[in-house]
C-alpha cells in the first residue's frame, strides 16, 4: 500500500466518521421519545455498519465507476474523498443536516470537470441521480401524507377509548424501534460507497474488508456526533407521535431500499425529512417551515459546495 493509497483509506475513513455524526434514520424514533438518545446512538451504528458490510457494493459501484467517465489516479482519489470530509466537517460544524451523498457526487464531478471537461463527466448518470434526489423528498411527502391520512382515519374509527389508543401508540413505537434498525441498515449500505469507492477503486484489497475498516468510522461518528442531527429532524422539524413517526419510517424504508437495491445513491435526508414533513401536514400539526427553508437551501448549496472544494485542491496541488 502506497503513502497515497494509505491517506486516502485515512481520509475515507474519516468521510464515513462524518457520514455517521449526519445520520437522521432514526431521528423519528429520537422525537416520540421511545428510546434514550444514547441508546439509538449505538443500535443505529452496529446496524449501518452491517448495511455497510453486507449491501454496500452496489452503491460503491455506482460512485466509484459511474460518475466519473475517465480514469483517476490514487492522487485524484485523495482529493475527492477529502474534499467530501472538508465539506461534512463545515457543516457539521454549523450543524447543518447535510446529504452526504450530495458530497460524493459533487466532489466527483467536480475533478471530472476539471480534468477533462465536461467530456470526463457520465452526465445521463449523474442527471438520473439528480432526478432521484429532486423526486425522493416529494415521494416520501406524498407517500406519507397519504398513508397518514388513511391510516389515522382508521385508528380514530377502529381505536376506542384512551387506554386502547395508548396500547396501540406503544405497539406503534415497537414497530418504529423495528424499522428504524432496518433504516440504518439501508443507510449503511447506501452511503459507505461514499467513503469507500474511490478507494476501492485504485487498492486492489477485498472490499469487503475495506467497508468493514471504514464503515467503524461510521458507527463511531454516530455515537459521538450524532444525537444533534436527531434532535434536528426528529424534535426540532415537526412535533412526532408514534404514530406520525412508524408512518414516517415505513415511507422513507420502502423508498431508501429500492433506491439502494437498484444502486442509485439517494439521500436519506431528502427521503426521511420529506416522509417526516408528509405526516406532519397530514395531520394538522406544527411544523417548522423555516428551518425546513434552510434545509433545502443547504441541500442546494452542498453539491456546489463539494465541487468548489474539489477544483480548489485540485488547482492548487496541480501548482507543486
Known sequence: MDYVLLLA????????????????????LA?????DILMITIIG????LLGAIILGQRVEHTM???????????????????????????SSWRGWPISTTHSAVGSAVG????????????????????????ASPFAGLAFSYIMAKILMGIIRNKIIGLVNYVKAARLSAYILFALGV????????????????????????????????????????????????????GVELVELTPYRGLFAQICATFILFGGTWIGLPLSSSHVLVGSVV?????????????????IFFIWI?????????CIFLYLSTSLF
Do not use: H
Not at 31 to 35: P, Q
Open 9 to 28: 483509506f485515512i481520509v475515507a475513513f474519516y468521510v464515513s466518521w462524518s457520514i455517521g455524526s449526519n445520520d437522521e434514520t432514526m431521528a423519528p
Open 31 to 35: 422525537g416520540i421519545g421511545f428510546i
Open 45 to 48: 451504528g452496529i446496524s449501518a
Open 64 to 90: 466509484g465507476q459511474e460518475i466519473i467517465s475517465g480514469t483517476i489516479t490514487s492522487f485524484e482519489a485523495l482529493i475527492i474523498v477529502f474534499s467530501i470530509a472538508t465539506w461534512i466537517t463545515i
Open 111 to 134: 475533478l471530472g470537470l476539471i480534468k477533462w471537461g465536461i467530456e470526463g463527466i457520465a452526465w445521463a448518470r449523474v442527471l438520473a441521480i439528480m432526478g432521484a434526489w429532486v
Open 182 to 233: 432496518v433504516m440504518s441498515f439501508i443507510r449503511g449500505a447506501n452511503d459507505i460507497g461514499n467513503a469507500t469507492a474511490f478507494v476501492n477503486v485504485q487498492s486492489g484489497y477485498n472490499p469487503v474488508i475495506i467497508r468493514a475498516l471504514i464503515g467503524i468510522g461510521m458507527t463511531f461518528g454516530l455515537l459521538i456526533l450524532g444525537r444533534r442531527v436527531l434532535k434536528s429532524v
Open 278 to 294: 408528509g405526516v406532519g401536514l397530514a395531520e394538522d400539526t406544527w411544523v417548522n417551515f423555516k428551518k425546513l427553508l434552510n
Open 301 to 309: 448549496f452542498t453539491f456546489i459546495g463539494a465541487a468548489g472544494i
